[in-house]
């Protein structure tokens, strides 16, 4: 079967004959993977998945596209040539008696507007008229300063365009005084200085580099800081970082060891030293620096991550003194603070697109009446007028009413009871809930609760689960019994029993790790070693670690007898379950990265004397560090399947010898300035070879409530959900099953481990014969995928009822977001809950944040902020399908009103000669938009179709939505044609049923105008609500009130007799009642989906 039958080309691909590939690429040719015959497609290799190209985007014709890339590359060639690329140097900050150097800083002051007094003007002008609507009537309205072509009085221009741009300047302004207020209060805030004068009090904003700062408990860190001295004899400072990275646990800050050996602060004054720190740059998790002191036997110490405090991070123990580094735009937190690019939904697109045919239809309209009048005169003068008079086709307050409609709808939501804490970040995409096509969601945290539940302990040849906690702690009681000790095997081997396996396995678990007990109520005079017993008996102990699982492994390892009592820099304190207290010494310790994978620490038996290197990780890291055994691969397997987190533990004992040569080579790499982390790195793993494999652990994440209800109804409301995860296939397939993300009757395909393009091209020829199957893919399968055959896997994928990617990095993930944009042209959803899924949110059309456990920065960076998974589902098929329809009717409705009166504009034109004159005075055409109609309009935001209900019962009725069938060419056109009909009745009535002076053909059309418009809203509305009977009297009894008052424009003798009332009645019912039959008959006939459930 020819492949152009199933997969189209697209542009961005490299069309070649088969003659220019190798052998190996010809054979390939021989199986088909949806190819012609005589071509292939390749393309370049690129890091990215997403191919680098440009997408015009939908809705965009290809002429603003062009347009819009011309004027981007213009703006981009004159940056380039008048800003220079700010280039951030390494500085070296003196201490005490040391002269600062002259090099200027950026003063530390916070900014987060917009605007200043100088550019709000100019700026909020160019964001609104580079909107077609907005300039359209810039340009209209400038018209009228020309004598010979101006319409009725200036204010029936000038008015609504100066309404329109100072509502919209208000709210600029609004949330600019807000964001000024939030900065001034931030660049106020006092700080303690450490000078020669004593302590001083100065605002955040007067901070430069190299001054000494105290900052205390829960205050927060105005810039970026070396850590100096803490009131902790340690040096050990805890900070929260929440606000910088989303991770709500504590994290541990330790100061130079040499600042806090100084008997006190004062001594920081009196020394020579200087700390050198690197080029400010945007890793909040690493740090290169040094700290030297410039005097006799002058110490010397490297600085990381562990020595600093970054701005806007929060002391949350004792009070840290530190040495500033960097300032305002050089600090972390604003080089990684960015504005996100603005979201335009789908519905706004495609009401642009109908402005466009709009102005289209009203320059025809002006060619034609300019035809019919003849060329005679000055045509061109005739033909703006024209253009003038038919210009109330596209109505300005349609951009006002959608603007107005969008924060109610965000106000809903947020008032909705069902879905408590749910905030509306973006107020402009409220609409896309209604069109989304693909989910994409994170697992841990999102689809899981992300609190870590210990299950399993494995051995290799036995395993233990919390139902059989009692057998631990029974051998954990005879191990250390008295008189028991641990054997030590340095020698020859000895065979171990359980009983001393379970001993070392426990022991490694409860050492290995980077947890802080935190006793509530906790002081100094109680954290005496002497007092430890009675301190953890009558206080409650909180565990304060970087990971949950560590969290959950530690709070085992207390259940079952051996409990982390103390801990601090360099000692750490476990009671034994005879109630004696084991110490260990802190020699060394390598924290979790993401690239190692692994976390390993030195301790110091104080009894025995014996260093043991502890080291737990992934099972894909650590399988080739331990020794040779027959079951790890298998068990973790088997871990993974039951849908539990796997840890594999290892140590190695080290000689007293063997640690000092290790320790000289770690501290020599440390103190390199020049890749000091591959450096580092390598010393490290020195230690990791033929090390001792203990046990294995197996963590559960928890489902969230409602998980599996949740998904189940938006597959059903035809939602593609894919799962994009960076944990191991085994544990992400497992949870695909019982969140019921992959139903029962479906069967999964596992991409198989792909590396170049023959395997890829065999794979994808697999997965084509597999139909209704689930995909479970990895990340490094996909990017060898998406290196050869982009176009195709996508294609395939997307046939998949659901995809699961795991090993998959947040790039990656952003990434993934936008190839289903590209090559579906679809609306997606990005859900998550951590830093690592911010890209993914902020480039998917519609982002959702869940406030968990790994903090708010997904919440913060979102579109929406929800508590909990299962809030989607009310989010968009209740709220995303009322937001869209009522958006879509609103929008329809508006244009209907202008379209109405052009048309009645048209036919008194063409009646009297063609002539280019008004029909209503200028007065009665605003107020015909605002006072008269503006709130019966606006009361559709109202309206809804079906109940919340209904539409959380049947989410089938969601399918209709992605189509786009409530906003679209033919109900488009089909307003045209009721547009047309109303005004020519209107006119042509009037004009029938015409006497005596032309003021009372005013009164009639208008009045028959009104009353049209407010039965037509009537008409629309599919379910009342009572501030929608509120707007339609109100509106009506303003506008009999206005016939009485408005003198000029009506004859109020006229209006009280039956003549003008029997003819207004006759002309609204020919315009009206004919509609409402057809309305009913359709409704019949044909009804909508919806109206088959009720």
């Not at 620096?289 to 123990?317: D, F, K, Q």
């Not at 305002?328 to 335009?344: A, D, H, L, Y």
Request: glycine share 6%; charged share 20%.
């Amino acid at each position: 079967m020819p492949a152009r039958g199933f997969f189209s080309p697209r542009r961005g691909y490299q069309l070649v004959s088969r003659k220019s590939l190798s052998s190996e690429d010809e054979s390939l040719d021989e199986i088909p993977l949806m190819l012609n015959s005589d071509e292939v497609y390749i393309m370049d290799e690129n890091e990215s998945l997403v191919q680098a190209r440009r997408q015009r985007p939908y809705g965009q014709s290809r002429l603003s596209y062009w347009c819009n890339n011309f004027l981007d590359t213009c703006c981009k060639c004159c940056l380039r040539c008048c800003c220079r690329k700010k280039e951030y140097k390494a500085r070296t900050i003196p201490l005490g008696l040391e002269r600062m150097s002259e090099e200027k800083y950026p003063k530390n002051v916070v900014r987060n507007q917009k605007y200043s007094i100088i550019t709000f003007l100019p700026k909020v002008l160019f964001e609104q008229f580079k909107f077609f609507l907005n300039l359209y009537f810039l340009i209209m309205a400038s018209s009228q300063f020309i004598p010979e072509i101006r319409i009725g009085y200036l204010y029936t221009y000038w008015g609504p365009l100066c309404f329109v741009l100072f509502v919209t300047m208000c709210r600029e302004a609004v949330d600019d005084i807000r964001r000024y207020r939030r900065d001034k209060e931030a660049n106020s805030q006092k700080f303690k200085m450490f000078t020669n004068s004593g302590i001083q009090h100065a605002p955040s904003s007067g901070i430069k580099v190299g001054d000494l700062v105290f900052v205390e408990k829960d205050q927060r860190v105005p810039a970026d800081m070396v850590l100096l001295r803490t009131t902790e004899k340690s040096g050990a400072c805890f900070i929260r970082t929440d606000q910088l990275d989303g991770e709500t646990d504590w994290k541990l800050r330790l100061a130079v060891q040499d600042t806090q050996r100084l008997p006190s602060n004062a001594d920081l004054l009196d020394m020579h030293g200087q700390v050198y720190a690197e080029a400010p740059q945007k890793a909040i998790h690493s740090f290169v620096g040094t700290y030297r002191r410039m005097e006799v036997n002058g110490a010397e110490e490297p600085l990381n991550i562990e020595n600093t405090l970054w701005a806007n991070t929060v002391v949350a123990s004792g009070t840290a003194l530190g040495v500033v580094v960097y300032t305002g735009g050089e600090s972390r937190s604003v080089m990684n603070t960015s504005q996100p690019k603005s979201k335009v939904g789908l519905l706004d697109l495609e009401i642009n697109t109908l402005t466009k045919v709009l102005f289209s239809a009203v320059v025809a309209l002006s060619i034609v009446m300019i035809l019919l009048k003849g060329w005679g005169g000055p045509w061109y003068r005739y033909l703006f007028r024209f253009i003038l008079l038919f210009s109330y086709i596209i109505p300005i307050s349609l951009r006002v009413n959608l603007d107005m409609g969008k924060a109610v709808y965000s106000w809903l939501i947020t008032r909705d009871k069902h879905i408590p804490g749910t905030v509306v970040r973006s107020t402009t995409i409220p609409e896309e809930l209604g069109r989304i096509s693909y989910l994409l969601t994170d697992k841990t945290g999102t689809l899981t609760q992300n609190e870590m539940v210990f299950k399993k302990l494995h051995l290799g040849t036995v395993a233990f689960t919390p139902e059989t906690n009692d057998e631990v702690i029974a051998h954990l009681k005879t191990a250390y019994s008295s008189g028991t000790q641990t054997v030590t095997r340095q020698g020859t081997p000895v065979r171990r029993t359980v009983v001393t396996r379970i001993q070392e396995a426990v022991t490694a678990l409860a050492l290995c790790h980077n947890v802080t007990p935190v006793y509530e109520d906790k002081n100094e005079e109680t954290a005496a070693l002497q007092t430890e017993a009675d301190m953890q008996s009558q206080q409650t102990v909180v565990y304060q670690a970087s990971s949950p699982d560590e969290v959950a492994l530690v709070k085992w390892t207390e259940s079952v007898g051996l409990p982390l009592v103390q801990r601090d820099l360099n000692s750490m304190q476990l009671r034994a379950p005879s109630g004696a207290l084991l110490s260990y010494q802190i020699l060394d310790i390598f924290p979790f990265t993401s690239e190692s994978k692994r976390m390993g620490i030195i301790v110091k038996d104080e009894d025995s004397g014996e260093i043991v290197f502890y080291l737990k990780g992934a099972d894909m890291v650590m399988q080739s560090i331990v020794q040779y055994n027959d079951w790890l691969e298998e068990e973790c397997g088997n871990l993974a399947r039951e849908g539990l987190r796997t840890l594999v533990v290892a140590r190695r004992i080290l000689t007293a010898d063997q640690y000092q040569d290790f320790q000289s080579r770690y501290h020599q790499a440390k103190m390199s300035v020049q890749d000091r982390n591959i450096k580092v790195q390598g010393v490290v793993e020195s230690l990791e070879r033929d090390m001792e494999l203990l046990c294995m652990t197996g963590v559960e994440d928890r489902l969230q409530d409602n998980v599996r209800p949740t998904l189940e109804m938006l597959r059903n409301a035809g939602i593609k959900i894919w799962m994009l995860t960076g944990d191991k296939l085994e544990t992400a397939t497992c949870i695909a099953k019982s969140s019921k993300l992959v139903s029962r009757n479906q069967d999964i395909y596992t991409f198989k481990k792909v590396t170049g393009r023959t395997e890829a091209h065999l794979e994808l020829n697999n997965l084509r014969r597999k139909q209704d199957n689930a995909l479970v893919i990895t990340g490094d399968s996909l990017q060898v995928c998406l290196e050869y055959y982009e176009h195709e896997f996508v294609e395939l994928a997307c046939q998949c009822p659901c995809v699961v990617v795991c090993r998959c990095s947040p790039t990656q993930k952003a990434d993934i977001v936008k190839l289903l944009q590209v090559h579906s042209g679809r609306r997606t959803c990005a859900i998550g809950d951590g830093g690592n899924d911010v890209s993914m949110i902020q480039a998917a059309n519609a982002g959702i944040g869940i406030v968990g456990k790994e903090g708010k920065q997904a919440s913060m960076a979102a579109d929406f902020s929800v508590n909990q998974f299962s809030y989607i589902g009310r989010l968009l098929m209740v709220h995303g399908r009322d937001s869209y329809k009522r958006s879509a009717s609103l929008g329809q409705f508006v244009i209907h009103r202008g379209l109405i009166i052009s048309t009645m504009q048209a036919v008194f034109c063409s009646v009297f000669y063609f002539a280019s004159i008004a029909l209503f005075p200028g007065f009665l055409m605003v107020g015909y938009s605002t006072i008269y109609t503006t709130w019966p309009v606006f009361s559709l935001v109202l309206d809804k179709d079906v109940t919340p209900e209904t539409a959380l019962m049947y989410p089938e009725l969601y399918k209709d939505l992605t189509k786009g069938r409530s906003l679209s060419f033919k109900s488009f056109f089909l307003w045209v044609l009721i547009s047309l009909y109303q005004g020519g009745i209107i006119m042509y009535g009037a004009f029938l049923l015409f006497e005596d002076e032309f003021i009372h053909v005013v009164a009639i059309t208008f009045t028959s105008l009104i009353l049209t418009e407010l039965i037509m809203v009537a008409m629309t509305i599919r379910t009342w609500h009572y501030l929608m009977v509120v707007a339609e009297l109100g509106s009506l009894a303003v506008y009999i009130a206005s016939l009485v008052v408005l003198r000029n424009y009506f004859d109020p003798i006229f209006l009280g007799t039956w003549g003008f009332i029997w003819k207004v009645v006759v002309i609204t019912c020919v315009s009206c009642i004919p509609l409402y039959i057809a309305k009913f008959l359709r409704k019949k006939f044909n009804p909508p989906v919806y109206a088959k459930l009720t």
